[in-house]
């Protein structure tokens, strides 16, 4: 089976302008705890995430492409503020590439652009270095670093940034992976007529919270499909289709 690097990533160009995502009906009128709840729906849920081989993508020549979607329970959102009509769950796709940097170190970023059937835009990036893999067994460790920050229709705007040991173990070709960490999200609530805050102004909310990841990957050849459940405060599933090589 020959798939060459450019019709890869045309098709996950193809799989992104086709995703018409609703819009997320975002509450107004929040209070200071309304904006801490929106904090753990939207920030701490949106943060970056491993989805795929935690293994070290082998040196400088180590590249990755990818398409992801991530599914966020929202509906939630409906108990606070004016108590909008939020769907229970909302999605949205990424575009992520990685790179390897030197020896075990790789760097990963992902974007979702700001459209107008989303109205969310999303940018992050990680770093991750494989420090260590067992003599006689297929388990290894890594440490991730992440930060992340996504607008949400220019009314709410997230900055994420966590750090977590993750675990991973391979059989043949899937991979099992589960890392303990913690993460901060500072959410800036936009005031004004137009805005989503009780007293019209412009405020900030700073949260932090323990992180729990559980996920697995599996490849043929250079394809992957990676599946993944994060949680903060709830739980957030997503799953990447990619390339590496």
Not at 54 to 68: D, F, H, K, N, Q
Not at 91 to 102: C, R
Not at 166 to 176: I, K, P, S
Not at 222 to 238: G, H, N, P
Request: charged share 15%; net charge negative.
């Amino acid at each position: 089976m020959q798939i060459s690097v450019p019709a890869v990533f045309f098709i996950f160009l193809g799989f992104y302008n086709s995703s018409a995502l609703a819009a997320l009906d975002l509450p107004s009128q929040l209070t200071a705890s309304d904006r801490a709840k929106v904090t753990e729906i939207l920030g701490f849920s949106s943060s970056s995430k491993i989805l795929g081989n935690p293994y070290p993508l082998g040196g400088y020549s180590g590249i990755e492409i990818g398409y992801a979607v991530e599914v966020i329970p929202t509906g939630d959102l409906n108990r606070v503020g004016n108590r909008p009509q939020a769907a229970q769950e909302t999605s949205y796709s990424l575009l992520t590439f990685g790179k390897g940097i030197y020896n075990n170190i790789d760097l990963f970023v992902q974007f979702s652009p700001f459209t107008e059937s989303t109205e969310v835009s999303n940018f992050g990036g990680q770093l991750r270095w494989g420090f260590y893999e067992a003599e006689y067994l297929p388990a290894h460790l890594s440490v991730v670093v992440h930060a992340n920050s996504v607008n949400y229709q220019n009314k709410i705007r997230t900055q994420s940034q966590g750090a977590d040991l993750v675990a991973g173990f391979t059989v043949e070709d899937v991979t099992l992976y589960t890392g303990l960490g913690t993460g901060r999200c500072i959410a800036t609530f936009v005031g004004g007529a137009d805005g989503v805050t009780d007293d019209q102004q412009t405020a900030q909310t700073d949260l932090t919270q323990p992180h729990y990841i559980a996920g697995i990957s599996t490849r043929y050849q250079k394809i992957f499909l990676a599946v993944e459940l994060d949680r903060y405060s709830q739980s957030v599933y997503a799953a990447k289709l990619g390339l590496r090589f």
